[in-house]
């Protein structure tokens, strides 16, 4: 499935820059494709590899001291349910609770090392090496569900854009990811009737590979001439004189949907700047009570952790400094394998963002969605959120910093940030870790886990926020 996903997105992003004139220069989808190539490998899968050393070593200290396995028969009943083809003393079980109390936490870096160890253990019971067992695709969605007590990120980007009393979003997103959580789970065993899980793929010979490429059906020739049909207009857009495109743009009324949105892009960015100025002149002001505390608790959680881990080692007698060490062996592999998964997600994932697609379709969209009750503001968001955090980042900062929108229609943005998850990201290196190559239903329970959240989020927007 993530073939077609992905193949139909990388149409969609050049055909739609060819119509609005992104397909070279400074600001192209190409520029943006080798910029996010770049992101990749130097802002993301090199980080992260410091961060799997350095959590890799501390989770190996934990298992050595006895604490996973304490919190694992704590939590054994739960487990049981959700993971039963997990045998009860397997490591797989400590490193997934982890994982999952840190994303609950809201320690989302620290998460993701948890989590593709996890899948390194998982992968030792999958029968398929090639093809996600049904317990990596309920973790996976439990991942994507991204169940959350704190949600940090949402509240300093509502802090950032000078919107007070950040901490209304906390309960409706607790509410709202929880519904997404169960739905999730709902998901991915429902969904693991009609998705058997496949043998591992042989390489063909080499005749076999010829034979099956030597003929085209009559559905691909027509696809190929759509595509080229399509591409021979783009070709006319880019090589013929200059007004053709605007006017076009203007006779279907797109060109002024997208100067709009570039205006308010614009104004986001010198609001976001300017009061991140202004809060830089400010002398430092007491926070309220609550934000103290819950800031305090969020900052002594994985010093609890280290010191935990650390100690009860030490006092068992582990030797810490070179088990550490074994730990952390494994973590730059880990980061170099999910490189080329990386680098082919978030490039077309950036071709499809800078074409202007998201902006056509909620052209499109908005009569349907005005006459659901989902706030139109929010479709870009929504759309963009399970594939592109920093994208999603972009977009709500955009919508929080609109002076024409009403604090609900921010709130509830916040809540549907928050309620949500990158799912294409998160399958892409979790799965990507392990050379899973056959994701079975694990993007479909966690698109159906991101639908659920969107819609707790704006219902329970429009109930709590519409009312105060």
Not at 118 to 133: D, G, R
Request: overall charge positive; charged content about 15%; aromatic content about 8%.
């Amino acid at each position: 499935m993530l073939n077609h996903i992905w193949a139909a997105l990388l149409f969609i992003g050049i055909l739609v820059a060819g119509l609005t004139g992104h397909v070279s220069g400074e600001g192209s989808v190409l520029d943006a494709a080798a910029k996010a190539s770049e992101k990749a490998v130097m802002g993301i899968a090199l980080p992260l590899a410091g961060m799997m050393m350095f959590w890799l070593g501390v989770l190996r200290l934990m298992e050595k001291a006895g604490v996973l396995d304490a919190v694992v028969r704590l939590l054994s009943p739960l487990l049981r349910r959700l993971f039963p083809n997990v045998p009860k003393d397997h490591p797989a079980l400590g490193a997934m609770v982890m994982n999952l109390s840190a994303n609950m936490l809201g320690l989302s870096n620290s998460a993701t090392p948890m989590g593709l160890k996890a899948m390194t253990h998982l992968q030792e019971l999958n029968p398929h090496k090639q093809s996600a067992s049904n317990t990596m695709v309920t973790f996976l969605a439990l991942n994507t569900a991204g169940f959350t007590l704190i949600p940090i990120t949402a509240m300093n980007f509502l802090n950032a854009a000078g919107i007070s009393n950040s901490f209304r979003v906390i309960i409706p997103t607790i509410i709202a990811t929880a519904c997404t959580s169960t739905v999730a789970v709902l998901a991915a065993k429902s969904y693991q009737r009609f998705s058997p899980q496949l043998p591992d793929e042989v390489e063909k010979p080499a005749e076999a590979q010829k034979a099956a490429a030597g003929g085209l059906s009559m559905r691909s020739k027509i696809f190929l001439g759509i595509v080229a049909l399509l591409f021979a207009g783009m070709a006319v857009l880019e090589l013929g004189p200059k007004h053709l495109r605007g006017d076009l743009l203007h006779r279907t009324g797109l060109s002024s949907v997208i100067e709009k949105a570039a205006e308010r892009k614009a104004m986001a960015e010198k609001v976001l700047s300017e009061q991140k100025a202004a809060q830089t002149q400010v002398i430092a002001i007491e926070p309220p009570v609550w934000r103290r505390v819950m800031d305090g608790a969020s900052g002594l959680a994985i010093p609890a952790i280290l010191l935990a881990a650390v100690g009860i080692a030490w006092v068992r007698g582990v030797r810490v400094y070179e088990e550490f060490v074994e730990g952390a062996k494994e973590g730059f592999a880990v980061a170099t394998r999910i490189m080329p998964y990386l680098v082919a997600m978030l490039a077309v994932l950036a071709i499809l963002r800078e074409s202007g697609a998201f902006l056509l379709l909620e052209y499109a969209l908005a009569p349907v969605l005005n006459l659901l009750g989902f706030p139109v503001e929010l479709l870009t968001l929504a759309l963009m959120r399970p594939l592109s955090g920093s994208g999603a980042q972009g977009i709500l900062n955009e919508i929080l910093t609109r002076p024409d929108l009403s604090e609900t229609v921010k709130f509830t943005a916040a809540v549907l940030y928050g309620s949500t998850e990158t799912t294409f990201y998160v399958l892409t290196v979790y799965f990507g870790s392990v050379g899973i190559r056959h994701f079975r239903h694990a993007l479909l329970a966690g698109l159906t886990a991101d639908f659920a959240g969107m819609i707790a989020a704006v219902f329970f927007g429009r109930l709590l926020f519409a009312l105060a």
